[in-house]
């Protein structure tokens, strides 16, 4: 017979999907942290009373604008924005900006939902927001993504600053969409808040590491992990998706612990090299030349390059990181990888796994590490990178990249902590999600339910 805490958590969903038709992934986070979060309000009921999860399931705003720009042939085009402030009562709102054409609200609300619980893992005072535009930068000259970034922010700079939301950079917003955001946004203001967005360029705020944060802070949870059980990434073979910021850098880090990265993608297709992916050639390939993956073959000619992304993970593997996107790992996929041999798994992107994918691995035993805990490390550095504006100096690579993995060896051991603690030992999902809400449902309940 299903408890109290069960059916007011079903009950809680079926309105959460009436209230927000047609946006699955929204649908899907919250369902994965309802299911979590069980135990948690059969243990304490007065969660329930106080309507507490009511409130974190429901954004705080949610902003929704035109972005009118003129591309290079003088013609007027219209991209619809978004940022979404779902929770801020740990801190100010705190999340990236994306510009892909896959946006529009249900994926805002998503990122923003899943960023509340990620921050508040982090152990900063940050809370969760998400923004961005149904823009595709891609084929994009310099002056039309800076024109458009401009009219973005001549809508958003209204709903940010350093002490209410901090946006940051995501799929889409690197370094260059930053700084021409941050330029419009100083215009604007007429003043130099460094701290209303992170992910600047080091000329003008912005932190060392920060680059490189998403992936190092996925490793160094996965590190994590798997020493716990016995493990390390020496003489490992690993799967990486994507090639964006995200997976560069994991594939950097799991380079330098010792693993063996034979496979990468981009959303054309992805490559797979049995002598290792070279992470220098990839880098040019991504990071100055903007190319696509098949390129990497011109300079390694051994390596294999297959459309379609799904097909990387057919790759026998001993570990996982899927860094590309949402839902990119299906249940299918998930079978493949455990029959193969699999033996963990680590979110770097935002909820690559579908949920009948995560319940796959938790069953078969794999390690498994979900994104609001393993790739937390970007947003803790962006924190880290608002501390350093606010003391107005800058720490060394070192330093930052110490704190950084500080950050995510907490991380583990309280989502860990909270796993065993509410009988569901070494199963991440569920100790990732409690840990996270226990801090944000104490702060509302204190600050009186706002």
Not at 184 to 192: E, P, S
Not at 403 to 427: C, P, R, T
């Amino acid at each position: 017979m299903a408890t109290n805490a069960q059916k007011y958590c079903e009950e809680l969903y079926a309105r959460v999907v009436e209230r927000n038709a047609n946006e699955p992934e929204f649908h899907q986070a919250v369902q994965e942290v309802l299911e979590s979060l069980v135990c948690v309000l059969e243990r304490y009921p007065e969660y329930i009373d106080l309507g507490i999860v009511e409130r974190m399931v429901e954004p705080e705003r949610q902003i929704i604008f035109r972005v009118p720009w003129t591309d290079d042939l003088g013609k007027v085009q219209i991209n619809r924005g978004f940022r979404i402030q779902f929770n801020s009562a740990i801190g100010p709102y705190k999340g990236g900006i994306r510009f892909h054409p896959s946006v529009y609200g249900g994926i805002m609300k998503f990122l923003g939902f899943e960023q509340v619980f990620k921050n508040s893992l982090t152990g900063l005072p940050i809370g969760g927001a998400k923004g961005g535009a149904d823009f595709e930068p891609k084929g994009k000259s310099d002056a039309e993504v800076m024109r458009f970034c401009q009219s973005f922010m001549t809508e958003l700079y209204r709903h940010i600053g350093q002490d209410v939301d901090v946006p940051a950079g995501d799929i889409g917003v690197g370094g260059r969409e930053v700084g021409y955001m941050f330029g419009q946004y100083k215009r604007i203001k007429n003043a130099y808040e460094a701290g209303v967005l992170t992910g600047k360029g080091l000329t003008y705020g912005g932190s060392l590491a920060r680059t490189q944060a998403t992936g190092y802070g996925t490793v160094y949870f996965a590190d994590e992990m798997i020493r716990a059980k016995g493990m390390s990434f020496a003489g490992k073979t690993v799967l990486v998706s994507g090639s964006g910021n995200v997976a560069l850098y994991a594939t950097q880090k799991v380079q330098e612990l010792g693993g063996k990265v034979v496979a990468m993608s981009d959303s054309n297709g992805y490559v797979y090299d049995p002598d290792g992916i070279c992470f220098a050639t990839m880098k040019q390939l991504k990071e100055v030349e903007r190319g696509r993956i098949s390129e990497y073959l011109k300079q390694r000619p051994n390596a294999q390059y297959h459309k379609g992304c799904s097909g990387i993970w057919t790759i026998p593997c001993d570990i996982a990181l899927p860094c590309a996107t949402q839902n990119e790992i299906t249940e299918a996929d998930a079978r493949i990888l455990v029959k193969n041999g699999c033996k963990a798994v680590a979110e770097g992107a935002n909820m690559p796994t579908d949920l009948a994918g995560t319940k796959v691995f938790i069953e078969a035993g794999v390690l498994f590490a979900p994104g609001k805990a393993s790739n937390a490390g970007g947003v803790a550095t962006s924190a880290l990178e608002m501390t350093q504006n606010s003391m107005r100096l800058a720490w060394t690579f070192e330093e930052v990249d110490a704190k950084l993995k500080n950050i995510m060896v907490n991380i583990y051991k309280n989502a860990s902590k909270a796993a065993e603690e509410y009988g569901h030992k070494d199963n991440l999902v569920v100790g990732a999600n409690i840990a996270g809400f226990l801090k944000v449902a104490e702060a509302m309940k204190a600050q009186g339910l706002v």
